[in-house]
Each structure stands twice: as C-alpha cells, then as structure tokens.
C-alpha cells in the first residue's frame, strides 16, 4: 500500500513564507511525476507546480516566480517553496504523485491534504 502524507501548512501573513513536504511510503518501485494541487472553497483543484523524476518543472501562471517545486528522490518526497504569499493562496493544498509499484503501474495517488491560510 502507497501513502502520501504532506506536511509543513499552517497560518501565516501576507508576504510570509512556507514550505511543504509531501513524503511518499510503502511497497514502491519508483515515483514519475509529482506535484501539487490546491483548492479553495468554493472552487475546482488546480494544478500548482509539478516536477517529472529529472528535475523539469512546471507551474501556474497565478505562482510563477514566487513558488518553488523540487524533490528528493532518495527520499521518495516533494517538496513545494512557497514565498511572497498572498491572501489569494490560501486553500488545501494535495499532494499527487504518479506511482510504479511491483504490481501496478502509472497510479496516481493523493495525500490527505494540508491547509494554507494567507492573512492580509
């Protein structure tokens, strides 16, 4: 079994800073893409960055430039930098990650989730 747990949420103000991680556990293989989503009351998940295994990057328009995704292999976790945080940020943020296990291939998997609340 495959759990993604996420951690590193929480309250801060305008302009602040926060970092989350997203660790990956159980029987698996190897991970392909990771990313994160978030989704705020009253409105669909959107994606909010995303990293393939290399290192390629790939984020929404509204986070560009303030954001930051990277990973650790190694570690099997995700991470995602968030700076500059505005009032508009906040939301549950998910992380997803593209599984391989011994007996499953391609599975996407979702953590639990972790609130971020920007205070003006």
């Known amino acids: 079994q495959v759990q993604l747990v996420e951690s590193g949420g929480g309250l801060v103000q305008a302009g602040g800073s926060l970092r989350l991680s997203c660790a990956a556990s159980g029987s698996i293989f190897s991970i392909n893409a990771m990313g994160w989503y978030r989704q705020a009351p009253g409105k669909q998940r959107e994606l909010v960055a995303a990293i393939t295994r290399r290192g390629s990057t790939n984020y929404a328009d509204s986070v560009k430039g303030r954001f930051t995704i990277s990973r650790d292999n190694a570690k099997n976790t995700v991470y995602l930098q968030m700076n500059s945080l505005k009032p508009e940020d906040t939301a549950v943020y998910y992380c997803?990650?593209?599984?391989?296990?011994?007996?499953?291939?391609?599975?996407?998997?979702w953590g639990q989730g972790t609130q971020v609340t920007v205070s003006s």
């Open positions: 997803n990650a593209d599984i391989n296990t011994r007996t499953t291939w391609g599975l996407d998997y």
